[in-house]
Nanobody
Framework: QVQLVESGGGLVQPGGSLTLSCAAS????????IGWFRQVPGRAREEVGCVSGSVASSNYADSKKGRFTIRRNNAKHTVELQIINVKTEDTAVYYC??????????????WGEGTRVIVAS
């Protein structure tokens, strides 16, 4: 069982940047692939991207390339999602998830409860 906890959400102004973090409660996610997703109420959840385990190779959904960066913070044992030049359409609940394996190709069975991001001036 892997318990994930997201943090870093809140209110941010358009054009600004923010960094969300994903940590594992009671264990480490250092060797797990971690995916980031987001969901707007009433809409389907969409994938932002994923970083693999030890190799830490990141990949992104086509629509998320450019403003989104997923990286490992090995010192803090977290995975971060940085968003630059945020837009109002980035308003959503952001989730991290893992399948408990090193590769991003595995189904994500473990999910955090999400952190809410609101982009408004």
């Amino acid at each position: 069982q892997v318990q994930l906890v997201e943090s870093g959400g809140g209110l941010v102004q358009p054009g600004g940047s923010l960094t969300l973090s994903c940590a594992a409660s009671g264990s480490t996610l250092d060797y797990y692939a971690i995916g980031w997703f987001r969901q707007v109420p009433g809409r389907a959840r969409e994938e932002v991207g994923c970083v693999s385990g030890s190799v830490a190779s990141s990949n992104y959904a086509d629509s998320k390339k450019g403003r989104f960066t997923i990286r490992r913070n090995n010192a803090k044992h977290t995975v971060e999602l940085q968003i630059i030049n945020v837009k109002t359409e980035d308003t959503a609940v952001y989730y991290c998830a893992t399948g408990g394996f090193e590769g991003c190709e595995y189904e994500k069975d473990y999910w955090g409860e999400g952190t809410r991001v609101i982009v408004a001036s």
